[in-house]
């Protein structure tokens, strides 16, 4: 059991998810127990800092009693922009998970291109970090 310096019991993860979503991002779903023993959980945005100095994180806490309402607006925000807004876009495409040396493979593969390009037309390639910095 993990204590704060004000030696109070600390709301520890009973269950966590990580998703990757990308180079830099990361979210995380944690279902935490209150003193109460009742259930809420706590989503974070994790993104590492361009200059590579530690992480930005923001929190989001989700209690019991909001859970179908949160479900429902956040249900109806994602149609509106896949039915409304992008009708003609794959949201399907991007359900691949990828191992870390898969998309270091993948980036590779577009620097190389990079470079094959600027031969080609005799350009300077462009960085990694310049499409990061979008």
């Known amino acids: ?3 704060d310096n004000n030696n109070e019991k600390r709301n520890e993860s009973i269950h966590s998810i990580r998703l990757k979503a990308g180079k830099r991002r990361t979210y995380f779903f944690d279902v935490r127990n209150t003193k109460g ?3 809420f959980l706590t989503i974070t945005e994790s993104v590492k800092r361009f200059n590579d100095d530690g992480y930005d ?3 989001i806490f989700l ?3 909001d859970f179908n309402k949160f479900i429902k607006g956040l249900t109806e925000a994602i149609d509106h922009i896949k039915v409304e807004l992008m009708p003609d ?3 399907d495409a991007f359900n691949h998970e990828y191992t870390e040396e898969e998309q270091e493979a993948y980036h ?3 620097a190389a291109n990079n470079v094959a390009s600027a031969v080609i037309t005799g350009e300077a ?3 990694s970090e310049s499409v990061d910095k979008w």
Request: proline letters at 5%; zero cysteines.
């Open 1 to 3: 059991m993990a204590y």
């Open 37 to 39: 023993n009742d259930y």
């Open 57 to 59: 994180r923001h929190k």
């Open 63 to 65: 209690y019991k009693e």
């Open 89 to 91: 876009f794959d949201f």
């Open 108 to 110: 590779a593969s577009l």
């Open 125 to 127: 390639p462009s960085t």
